[in-house]
């Protein structure tokens, strides 16, 4: 969802990140993500980003420095509290298992049409 050097984003330290959440974390090689929050497990957060079809799991709490409340895009800023930015996110969510099927189904055709 959020692009590379065209959004800006506004980050709040958050004692306890929450399902739908986009935290900016640490992975253990140092690279610092901004992913969402897919799921919340006892040992750790389970992530992915919005265009991805792989989950990455566990980020500690230890891991995130901060959470994404809004962002800028075009000039205009939008909450992450916002009703609409909310359901897009649920929506997204639970279309997964079906970009998924998507995404295997696009690498299979590319193999089949490229002869390999």
């Not at 649920?90 to 295997?104: A, E």
Request: proline share 4%; glycine share 6%.
């Amino acid at each position: 969802m959020l692009h590379h050097r065209r959004d800006m984003v506004r980050i709040i330290k958050k004692p306890v990140p929450e399902k739908f959440d986009i935290p900016l974390y640490i992975r253990n090689d140092g690279k610092y993500i901004l992913h969402r929050i897919v799921a919340v497990k006892k040992d750790g957060y389970i992530v992915s980003g919005d265009n991805q079809c792989i989950r990455e799991y566990p980020v500690m709490l230890s891991q995130i420095l901060g959470v994404v409340v809004g962002f800028w895009r075009n000039g205009k800023y939008i909450d992450c509290n916002n009703c609409l930015y909310k359901l897009y996110c649920r929506l997204w969510n639970f279309s997964y298992p079906i970009r998924y099927i998507l995404h295997i189904i696009k690498i299979i055709w590319s193999r089949f049409s490229h002869g390999g």
